[in-house]
């Protein structure tokens, strides 16, 4: 019996043991587990904690941004509290009517401006004025009237898709080359060959500028008359070219057609080649007509002897990139660059800068103008000309 006694007892403590054992290590891995949660969530906090100083971070950040710009949202308030009336709209507009000719793009954006400011931005007519002067607007020289109106139409709901250009120089604010998400040129990354990848028609256009010049030829029947007035020499280096723009009265006849000129730049070398052979460099004479259609006249500058006009250009262009200037007392009459003897290769195709745009019409002259070695050399770009292009079925005419 007693043997039995004892057995049991030994299994009952053994049970005991055993419960004891199991009790323990439930409980410890209940402490782990909860010590984990409490790692976790500690974690957790810490996270939120970080993201919480972000946000407070940003938050205080976009309240000095807001600060900062109350005072300009107060002037802006005072400033369209002051046109309210309407009165200088009417009077900017009663003076666009009385003007001459075709009105210019930077005009067009000011009476766009004017809208705004009095009637809003959801006002159709203030929307059509920057559509007007979006048009008008010449692309590869006028590239701030361009942003300036794209930019408007876009803040006004629009649908319209601004240039890469314009929209970096609002976020850089200067335009400058380190500022833009894409700044094209002659050479690198964004060399010719890599101008399509940002302006589709200057990789995939069929009707692209300039052109090989070789014959066979068509008959050209137009007749081109040049009518350039002298005027206040208004130069500038866009960071592309010297470029001259030219008051408003200047003309280019092209059998009963009147194109406006509106600028002229260089390049160096020619871009247009004749029998593959380009000229020290060339000038392009930028004309406009009164339904928007482009039209180019190319003067060929070969080396030769010292040019006076050129002398003037370069004696007051500005050295870097920078604003148009307007030196004092100082005139120009573009036609002091082009020859007597109009006769000439003609073809359609393109602006030769981004974004490359079709529809336009190019009459080279035949007759060259002299440019002195030196003068070549003193252009502040080495080179600026885009390679020929394919003709792609086109026509060259001559006569």
């Not at 361009?146 to 314009?166: E, F, H, M, P, S």
């Not at 929209?167 to 833009?180: C, D, L, R, Y």
């Not at 148009?324 to 030769?352: C, D, I, Q, R, W």
């Amino acid at each position: 019996m007693k043997k039995y006694l004892r057995l049991m007892v030994e299994v009952v403590l053994g049970l005991l043991l055993a419960g004891a054992l199991a009790f323990g290590y439930w409980s410890y891995t209940g402490k782990t587990h909860a010590m984990h949660e409490l790692t976790d969530a500690s974690e957790g906090m810490s996270e939120a904690q970080e993201e919480l100083d972000k946000l407070t971070k940003e938050l205080a950040e976009t309240k000095e941004k807001v600060d900062e710009l109350e005072p300009a949202a107060k002037e802006l308030a005072a400033v369209k509290d002051s046109f309210a009336n309407g009165v200088v709209l009417q009077d900017y507009e009663a003076f666009i009517k009385a003007q001459k000719g075709q009105i210019i793009s930077e005009r067009q954006l000011g009476l766009g401006a004017l809208r705004l400011l009095t009637k809003g931005a959801q006002d159709p007519e203030t929307v059509s004025a920057f559509q007007k002067a979006l048009e008008m607007a010449e692309w590869s020289s006028r590239l701030k009237s361009i942003c300036a109106a794209q930019n408007a139409l876009a803040a006004a709901g629009q649908k319209v898709k601004v240039l890469a250009d314009c929209a970096a120089e609002k976020e850089a604010g200067h335009g400058k080359k380190g500022g833009h998400a894409v700044h094209w040129d002659y050479a690198g990354e964004m060399g010719p060959e890599n101008w399509g990848d940002e302006f589709p028609t200057c990789g995939k256009g069929l009707k692209q500028s300039p052109l090989n010049i070789t014959g066979p030829f068509e008959k050209s029947k137009d007749t081109l008359v040049v009518n350039y007035k002298e005027g206040p020499l208004k130069i500038l280096n866009n960071g592309h070219t010297i470029q001259v723009n030219v008051e408003p009265g200047s003309t280019l006849k092209i059998n009963k057609d009147v194109y406006n000129l509106l600028q002229f730049h260089f390049h160096r070398p020619s871009e247009e080649q004749i029998d593959g052979k380009p000229m020290a460099m060339v000038a392009h004479f930028v004309h406009k007509n009164a339904e928007g259609k482009l039209a180019v006249l190319g003067v060929l500058l070969n080396e030769g002897k010292d040019n006076e006009a050129i002398n003037v250009l370069w004696d007051n262009a500005p050295k870097s990139e920078g604003p148009e200037v307007m030196p004092e007392k100082v005139k120009f009459n573009p036609t002091s660059l082009v020859p007597a003897a109009l006769t000439h290769y003609s073809y359609e195709g393109s602006l030769t800068t981004p974004p490359c745009t079709e529809g336009v019409n190019f009459y080279i002259l035949k007759t060259t103008v002299d440019i002195a070695k030196k003068q070549v050399a003193d252009f502040p770009f080495k080179r600026n000309a885009r390679p020929v292009q394919p003709l792609n079925g086109r026509k060259i005419n001559a006569n």
